[in-house]
């Protein structure tokens, strides 16, 4: 199926631009990564959801008082 679509070559440049700073980008990350996982390395710490949740509680809590959702003697 043929497009009618004519494209300016100012668009098409610009396309290509974007493309060829995308793939030297992966390209860059690519060369970055180690190739081999360390089968010495030490283990991932486990994940503590409460520590987690609790953390976020008091993030939220302190984000409420922030905008002054509260009101009254008892919270101040």
């Known amino acids: ?3 009618d679509i004519k494209h300016s070559p100012k668009a098409v440049a610009a396309v290509a631009a974007v493309l060829s700073y995308l ?19 030490a283990p991932a710490a486990p994940l503590r959801l ?3 949740s609790g953390r976020q509680e008091m993030m939220g809590m302190r984000n ?3 905008l002054r ?7 101040r």
Request: aromatic content about 8%.
């Open 23 to 41: 793939r030297s980008e992966e390209n860059a990350a690519a060369m970055a990564a180690p190739q081999v996982a360390d089968s010495t390395a």
């Open 50 to 52: 409460w520590g987690i």
């Open 1 to 3: 199926m043929k497009s």
């Open 69 to 75: 959702t509260f009101q009254g003697a008892r919270f």
């Open 64 to 66: 409420l008082m922030q």
